[in-house]
């Protein structure tokens, strides 16, 4: 029996998973396709609900996995074969151009999510206009200063690919309704002169504190809600028209903008049917990775020894990444002492 965890994904769920699993006495193999450790979080500038500083935070627990003896990491590092069952799976790693083998006791999938390219919601603009931008987009914004100044309004729209069944996912991303809150109120820290819309179709916060930090998106900072899903965004000399239908008040309604900012899809991270099929697991209708029992057995693939940790079991806030890298981590102990 091997006594080595092998960690897929270099994401905050990655991270706390290799962490605990160090931190108990076990050892880690933490691989990463892309170059660097951080995942998504690194992405961020901030984060709801307390409006943490998000880069320091990632990366204080990034520095902690680089400073543990039991923990090796592997950039630009992918799995690429693997056979054997719980205790002693035979895994082939591809760095670069080399290939190594490794055995390993357990698993643990922390692949993480893909954010949606809107390019199908031609209707916004997308692609066509620069000044319609996605979320993630809208946080590059941020980190390099580049929020729109002086006497602007941006619109800010919900559930763009996320429960639309005729383009996009039925299922809800979860988390959109929060962070479009916290990008309404850094454009108000950032300028005040600014003006905020964000149409909705409800509001979905649940988390500690999340419905009163968007209700303080609504009472301190006067971004205003229109509950209504928008129809078109069109550019015309050089501003944005948004169109919408008010679903309270029953009005159409039309809002002059500089800045569209579409809240899209988490969606499963790119691969995740390839990965699943080399590890020999289920993925679910969508192609995030499916546990065998999800009240009490998240972190539980179908396949004894292979644990789930993260965003790539579905869309989820770092809070609840973090617990299940913590829980996926435990898991992994279990198997490997
Ligand atoms: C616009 C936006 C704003 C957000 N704001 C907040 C916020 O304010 N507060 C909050 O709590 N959450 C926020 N989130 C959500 C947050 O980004 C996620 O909860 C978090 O990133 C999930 O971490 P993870 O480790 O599960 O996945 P990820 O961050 O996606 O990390 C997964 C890692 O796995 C790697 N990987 C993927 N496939 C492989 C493979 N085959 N082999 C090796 N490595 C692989 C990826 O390269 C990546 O590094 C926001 C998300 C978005 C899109
Ligand atoms: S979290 Fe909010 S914005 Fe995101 S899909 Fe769900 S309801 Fe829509």
């Known amino acids: 029996m091997s006594k080595k965890t092998l960690v897929i ?3 905050i769920a990655g991270i706390t998973a290799a962490q605990k699993i160090a931190q108990n006495g076990g050892e880690v193999i933490l691989i990463e396709k892309e170059d660097a450790l951080g995942g ?9 609900p307390v409006l943490g500083d998000a880069k320091s935070l990632v990366s204080q627990e990034v520095q902690k996995v680089q400073a543990a003896p039991s923990i090796e990491v592997l950039t630009n590092t992918t799995l690429t074969a693997c056979q054997g069952s719980v ?6 790693l591809k760095t670069m151009n080399e290939t190594r083998q490794e055995t ?12 949606m390219e809107p390019t199908a919601y031609t209707e916004y603009s997308y692609g066509r206009s620069p000044k319609v931008v996605t979320s993630l987009e809208f946080e590059k914004m941020a980190a390099e200063n580049r929020l729109p100044q002086g006497n602007v309004r941006v619109v800010f729209v919900h559930c763009v690919g996320s429960r639309d069944k005729a383009k996009g996912y039925v299922y809800c991303s979860k988390i959109c309704c ?4 916290k990008h309404a109120i850094m454009l108000k820290k950032a300028n005040p002169e600014s003006k905020a819309y964000v149409f909705y179709i409800d509001i ?4 500690k504190g999340y419905e009163e930090f968007i209700r303080s998106a609504m009472e301190e900072y006067n971004v205003r809600y229109i509950r209504g899903r928008v129809a078109k965004v069109l550019e015309s000399e050089g501003k944005l028209l948004v169109r919408a239908e008010d679903s309270l008040m029953g009005n159409p309604v039309e809002v ?14 790119v691969g995740s049917r390839e990965l699943a099929n080399i590890l020999g697991i289920a993925t679910d209708e969508y192609g995030f990775f499916q546990d065998v029992e999800s009240n009490v057995r998240p972190c539980h693939s179908s396949k004894p020894g292979i644990f789930l940790a993260g965003s790539c079991t579905q869309p989820m806030e770092i809070a609840s990444a ?9 898991e992994a102990l279990a198997v490997t002492r």
């Open 322 to 330: 973090v617990a299940m890298g913590g829980l996926s981590a435990s």
């Open 9 to 11: 994904g270099g994401g």
């Open 87 to 92: 205790g002693s799976f035979s895994v082939e």
């Open 204 to 207: 979905r916060a649940l988390g």
């Open 178 to 181: 929060s962070y479009s809150a």
């Open 256 to 269: 002059e903008a500089d800045l569209v900012v579409l809240a899209s899809a988490m969606e499963p991270p």
């Open 104 to 115: 390993v006791g357990a698993i643990i999938v922390a692949a993480g999510f893909h954010y």
């Open 40 to 48: 998504n979080f690194a992405k961020l500038t901030y984060t709801f």
